[in-house]
């Protein structure tokens, strides 16, 4: 029992460094994530997104290293949480500005966080889908539902235990997106075909 007390010490040391790690982790995962939603509402707007996007993906790579020596944390909840809507932003960024996919590396995130941010994605081009067809912009709202489809036909490959990948929901969440948004798109095309003909007539006239 006489080293017991070292052994404690030493316990204690180790949990204490954790726990300063922790709440690090925590600060950081939490800006990360509100950057991320800003690069977002920023593309919704029309406004440039580059800057929120960049300084997320940096504290990103910070957060990586800081975690290095504390994978369990970097792989908790919190951590991957944020490091999806990072790779959310930065994948609906890259489509939105006709750009090649960041990867998970380049996003400083995991592979499964990667592949929820890409599903949470299709949400995020269903809202542009829909703004196209508010403004008449059909063709582009057809684009966009083409690229959810996209999309989903690579997330339907990965049929993992939710232990890996908890991917199931977000596969179902955007099979039905994907859905709605066809049909909009087809009654928004059906209407435009109907609009033209109406206008070809009209010019006859």
């Given at each position: 029992m006489k080293n017991?007390?070292?052994?404690?010490?030493?316990?204690?040391?180790?949990l204490d460094e954790k726990d300063e790690v922790r709440e690090l982790a925590l600060k950081s995962s939490r800006s990360i994530a509100r950057l991320s939603s800003a690069a977002i509402h920023s593309l919704h707007k029309g406004e440039d997104s580059d800057?929120?996007?960049?300084?997320?993906?940096?504290e990103a790579m910070k957060l990586r290293s800081v975690l290095e020596d504390h994978q369990d944390l970097y792989h908790s909840?919190?951590?991957?949480?944020?490091?999806?809507?990072?790779?959310?932003?930065?994948?609906?960024?890259?489509?939105?500005?006709?750009?090649?996919?960041?990867?998970?590396?380049?996003c400083g995130a995991t592979d499964a966080s990667y592949l929820l941010g890409l599903g949470d994605a299709v949400g995020e081009l269903r809202r542009f889908a829909l703004e196209d067809l508010r403004r008449g912009n059909v063709t582009r709202a057809a684009e966009n539902l083409k690229t959810m489809e996209d999309i989903f036909d690579v997330l339907v490959r990965f049929d993992y235990p939710?232990?890996?990948?908890?991917?199931?929901?977000?596969?179902?969440?955007?099979?039905?997106?994907?859905?709605?948004?066809?049909?909009?798109?087809?009654?928004?095309?059906?209407?435009?075909?109907?609009?033209?003909?109406?206008?070809?007539?009209?010019?006859?006239?």
């Open positions: 017991l007390r070292d052994i404690i010490e030493e316990i204690e040391g180790r800057a929120s996007l960049r300084e997320a993906r940096d909840g919190f951590v991957e949480n944020a490091l999806q809507e990072l790779c959310e932003a930065a994948i609906v960024h890259a489509i939105a500005q006709g750009r090649p996919l960041p990867g998970p590396r380049e939710s232990a890996l990948v908890a991917l199931k929901r977000k596969q179902d969440v955007a099979r039905s997106l994907i859905e709605k948004t066809r049909g909009e798109v087809a009654v928004a095309t059906r209407g435009k075909a109907l609009e033209d003909k109406i206008d070809g007539l009209r010019e006859k006239l």
